[in-house]
């Protein structure tokens, strides 16, 4: 392995997004990681990792470094969450929270427990044309088939790439709830702003459980994240 020095070319932004919940950013190249420069930040780079290319490395260090930025600011305590057996982040006692990258960008969204019991997070760039229509039978349900049957142009890639990414952020939020794993013909977008379950994952959520998520356009990327409220006595 190489010695290039890796790092966020700016530094890791913070910001507040509601009560105990921080979100952190930073860019970064899909250069080679020496395991110096993973010593001097104090992380272990699991052996999957390890013996991964240099893009999935570079991705995992990069979200990692925003993930414990999110955790210093609230809890003041600089660690990096660990992968678990799912690939899932370990949050320390008291978090939770979702991690995500591409191309270059990566972020993480991380809340107190007590605020929050669920949090997902995604950053897809824009599909082009072509992929959009490639997947979109593979990824879209016949309601969303349906959606995308009136649009042209940019919004059919808009509104596939928008589905991709919401239930991926959907993913990250309830997996770790209910420890069940859904696909994407099992999440429909509504509208927009809200995504429906079409299948049971638990007591609590159902099938035509119904979320709002919220989204916002990055240069030729969708930025997506889903909150779930800890409930009274959490």
């Keep these: 392995m190489h010695d290039t020095v890796f790092a966020p070319f700016r530094p890791v932004t913070t910001s507040q997004w509601g ?3 921080v979100f952190s950013q930073c860019p970064y190249h899909e250069l080679p990681i020496s395991q110096l420069y993973c010593q001097q930040l104090g992380l ?7 013996q991964a290319v240099s893009q999935r490395q570079a991705e995992y260090v990069a979200g990692r470094i925003c993930a414990r930025a999110a955790i210093k600011a609230l809890q003041h305590k600089p660690v990096f969450p660990d992968m678990g057996p799912n690939r899932a982040p370990q949050w320390p006692t008291g978090l939770t929270g979702a991690i995500t990258h591409t191309n270059g960008q990566a972020a993480a969204l991380v809340g107190l ?3 929050w019991q669920g949090i997902g997070l995604d950053l897809e760039r824009v599909l082009p044309e072509g992929e959009a229509q490639e997947i979109a039978g593979d990824i879209l349900t016949p309601y969303e088939k349906s959606k995308l049957d009136k649009l042209s142009g940019s919004q059919r890639r808009h509104w596939v790439s928008l589905a991709f ?3 991926e952020s959907l993913f990250k939020a309830l997996f770790p709830l209910t420890r069940q794993p859904f696909y994407f013909h099992e999440a429909e ?3 927009e702003q809200y995504i429906r379950l079409l299948t049971t994952l638990s007591h609590r959520w159902k099938e035509d459980k119904i979320l709002r998520f919220n989204w916002r356009q990055e240069g030729d990327q969708i930025l997506n994240w889903i909150l779930i409220q800890a409930e009274a006595g959490q």
């Design 113 to 115: 427990g007590h605020h």
């Design 165 to 167: 990414s919401v239930k």
């Design 44 to 50: 272990e780079l699991p052996t999957s990792v390890q």
């Design 189 to 191: 977008l509504i509208d």
């Design 19 to 21: 009560p105990g919940l």
